[in-house]
């Protein structure tokens, strides 16, 4: 069901389709409109995400880098954790990352991506990275601008995806909704 906004209070609520042309009467402050889509949901990103990876006693994992990804209806390239064991997102690379995949005009719709809620972040192991890994080669595009300023050239966009040791897979999703402008996330980095 579609997420929608009270005009009124500011209050998200799901509808489904059929209710859109139809008169609405929220349910927290008891305004009444007639739903149309000018009332789903848009959800802003976060100026900067800064996730930290950590050992399972909280200490920083900072062993080996890892790749993380990061995919809000669009994918970005692997971004790898720095010494410290922190991956920082700004927000002007989810643009770069969304004109990559415009750029392989493998998207045909480009539509607002601000209704999306939900940024996904994942942190492969080793067998699902190389698959991934694996489908960006065949992909036969070429490294794209984004990739480009992270890693230079293929081999290493390649080698990027791929932790060096095999690590637990790691998944969490971040509700821009009910998020500020700066999002920390604590990721438990497992080796097996």
Same mark, same amino acid.
């Given at each position: 069901?579609?997420?929608?906004?009270?005009?009124?209070?500011?209050? @998200?609520? +799901?509808? +489904?389709?059929?209710?859109?042309?139809?008169?609405?009467?929220?349910?927290?402050?008891?305004?009444?409109?007639?739903?149309?889509?000018?009332?789903?949901?848009?959800?802003?990103?976060?100026?900067?995400?800064?996730?930290?990876?950590?050992? *399972?006693?909280?200490?920083?994992?900072?062993?080996?880098?890892?790749?993380? *990804?990061?995919?809000?209806?669009?994918?970005?390239?692997?971004?790898? &954790?720095? &010494?410290?064991?922190?991956?920082?997102?700004?927000?002007?690379?989810?643009?770069?990352?969304?004109?990559?995949?415009?750029?392989?005009?493998?998207?045909?719709?480009?539509?607002?991506? +601000? @209704?999306?809620?939900? %940024?996904?972040?994942?942190? @492969?192991?080793? &067998?699902?990275? %190389?698959?991934?890994s694996n489908a960006r080669i065949k992909s036969g595009w070429p490294i794209l601008d984004f990739e480009k300023e992270l890693y230079t050239d293929m081999p290493s966009l390649i080698?990027?995806?791929?932790?060096?040791?095999?690590?637990?897979?790691?998944?969490?999703? %971040?509700? *821009?909704?009910?998020?500020?402008?700066?999002?920390?996330?604590?990721?438990?980095?497992?080796?097996?």
């Amino acid at each position: 069901m579609p997420e929608c906004i009270c005009p009124s209070c500011k209050t @998200l609520f +799901s509808a +489904s389709s059929s209710e859109f042309g139809e008169n609405y009467r929220c349910n927290s402050c008891g305004a009444e409109f007639a739903l149309d889509v000018v009332h789903l949901a848009h959800y802003q990103l976060p100026n900067i995400i800064r996730i930290q990876l950590q050992n *399972i006693d909280g200490t920083p994992f900072i062993r080996f880098s890892i790749p993380v *990804i990061v995919d809000y209806g669009y994918k970005f390239p692997p971004l790898q &954790s720095d &010494s410290l064991g922190q991956v920082l997102i700004k927000r002007e690379m989810f643009s770069k990352a969304q004109r990559d995949e415009i750029s392989t005009g493998m998207m045909d719709y480009r539509g607002d991506y +601000s @209704l999306n809620r939900f %940024i996904r972040i994942k942190v @492969l192991g080793r &067998s699902d990275a %190389i698959e991934v890994s694996n489908a960006r080669i065949k992909s036969g595009w070429p490294i794209l601008d984004f990739e480009k300023e992270l890693y230079t050239d293929m081999p290493s966009l390649i080698a990027a995806y791929v932790p060096i040791e095999d690590i637990v897979p790691v998944e969490a999703n %971040i509700d *821009i909704a009910k998020e500020k402008d700066v999002v920390d996330l604590d990721l438990i980095i497992e080796t097996l």
